[in-house]
């Protein structure tokens, strides 16, 4: 059945300001160095001490690269010096020493992410050796609660890579597309060819992975809708359980390689706002459900099903569907959550390493969320993730009278309420049919440290 989305365009850009993208709440912008190991041992110290500790979630990143793609904002380092990766990797074992030593032999491992970067730079030894490292520091949970996944660069695999990928256990997978236009690609610097992407998803499926992501941008250079179309054409004949649609940010002051992409050669922003609504009335034709920010799926994937059940969570790698788990960060630039606190380790691998070779825990900042905090991502989470917030459920966990707490954001709000996106009832908040591409715009007046970063370009554009 077709998703039922409402776009319009002239609201889409009345709303088309910078924000958050709620990942976090408090968002990365809020970390700080007073956070420090000493501050991430006690609280893992104190979740461990639960009556009912919470099972762990790890994300490993690997930044390197062969190639660089000129839209990229990742943390990432461009080398054909494999040499760099083994080192990294073996910085990634001290790691896990340290982190493992903190962690009580009674939290499984149930969700294991590797992101990138390219975590398949990484030979299939390597990843092995990393795998092996993690089962035999941490003890993992029956496969049938594994959620483990990895980033795919498909120029980077062929289908005995992607089974020996299934072999080490993993089960989800998310390839980078972008756009299969040979203009778009060339001016990205990422060639990539359909066939090869549609032999690593048939090789995925035919190893038993649960779910298969594929990655779209729009707004990319020399993209045109026409051009968009085509990829979608491929892409429907792929047939993913899941896709993300992302805007591509230009934000060269901020992202040196985006230097490489002039400005006379991105879409104008009539037609970038046509590629969004014509690629997403296309996927929702197409049988695909919005489940939000960016992100497609098909009915019957696990993502669709939490959404629909109330289980859906977001976190630092996106929309998920486990929200009781604490997440460890492993190497350069990840983040973590322990409980209520937010950790980032050292954004560079020079770093990284530098810290684990004196045989210290690399993090290098966070926060430790207050009760306004708590109460304050509450229902952020509760606005991205279910469309809807329960004023009752939130005065019961809180101890605040809603409507008093927030009368600020619900007069923040009354806009949005006019152009029929969201309506404010006695009991409840509630994002309408209309108002599910506005999920960011609906959660930012909850945001209180939003006031702060007026007139920096901290975040990327809504549309």
């Not at 520091?137 to 483990?148: I, K, M, N, V, Y």
């Not at 952020?380 to 008093?404: L, N, S, T, Y």
């Not at 029929?420 to 007046?445: K, Q, S, W, Y």
């Amino acid at each position: 059945m077709a998703d039922n989305l409402m776009l319009d365009r002239e609201l889409l850009q009345r709303y088309d300001v910078t924000g958050p993208r709620y990942t976090s709440y408090p968002t990365a912008a809020q970390f700080t160095e007073v956070f420090d190991a000493q501050r991430y041992r006690q609280r893992v110290e104190a979740s461990n001490g639960d009556p009912m500790p919470r099972p762990l979630s790890l994300y490993v990143h690997v930044p390197f690269c062969r190639t660089v793609c000129f839209y990229c904002a990742c943390n990432k380092v461009i080398t054909a010096n494999y040499r760099r990766a083994e080192r990294y990797l073996d910085r990634l074992i001290d790691e896990l020493d340290l982190q493992a030593a903190l962690f009580d032999d009674d939290r499984p491992v149930e969700q294991l992410h590797l992101g990138g970067g390219t975590p398949t730079y990484f030979s299939d030894d390597d990843l092995a050796r990393l795998i092996d490292a993690i089962a035999e520091r941490f003890p993992l949970a029956d496969p049938s609660r594994r959620e483990f996944s990895i980033e795919v660069d498909p120029r980077t695999v062929d289908r005995a890579r992607i089974a020996g990928l299934a072999e080490l256990g993993f089960n989800r997978l998310s390839l980078g597309v972008q756009d299969f236009d040979d203009d778009v690609q060339k001016a990205i610097n990422r060639i990539q060819g359909v066939e090869d992407t549609a032999d690593v998803v048939a090789e995925a499926r035919a190893r038993g992975f649960h779910s298969v992501n594929l990655d779209l941008m729009y707004g990319l250079p020399l993209q045109t809708p026409a051009k968009l179309a085509r990829t979608l054409d491929a892409v429907m004949a792929i047939r993913p359980d899941r896709i993300a649609l992302y805007n591509y940010a230009h934000m060269p002051q901020m992202f040196r390689i985006q230097r490489q992409i002039r400005e006379d050669m991105l879409p104008p922003a009539d037609v970038k706002l046509t590629l969004l609504i014509e690629a997403m009335e296309r996927l929702a034709r197409d049988g695909y459900q919005y489940i939000g920010m960016d992100h497609f799926a098909l009915p019957d994937d696990e993502l669709a099903r939490a959404a629909r059940d109330g289980t859906l969570h977001r976190n630092f790698q996106g929309y998920a569907t486990r929200p009781d788990l604490d997440l460890i960060g492993l190497g350069a630039s990840s983040i973590g959550q322990i409980g209520d606190a937010y950790m980032q380790n050292k954004r560079d691998p020079e770093g990284h390493a530098e810290a684990l070779a004196a045989g210290r825990l690399p993090i290098w900042r966070g926060v430790e969320l207050s009760a306004d905090d708590r109460l304050r991502r509450d229902v952020i989470q509760a606005v991205m993730c279910r469309g809807r917030v329960d004023f009752a459920a939130i005065e019961a966990r809180h101890g605040i009278v809603f409507r008093q707490y927030f009368a600020d954001a619900l007069m923040a709000l009354q806009p949005l309420v006019d152009d029929g996106l969201v309506t404010i009832g006695r009991d409840e908040l509630a994002v309408t049919e209309r108002g599910r591409f506005f999920l960011r715009n609906v959660a930012m007046p909850f945001d209180a440290y939003l006031a702060e970063a007026r007139g920096e370009r901290r975040f990327s554009r809504v549309i």
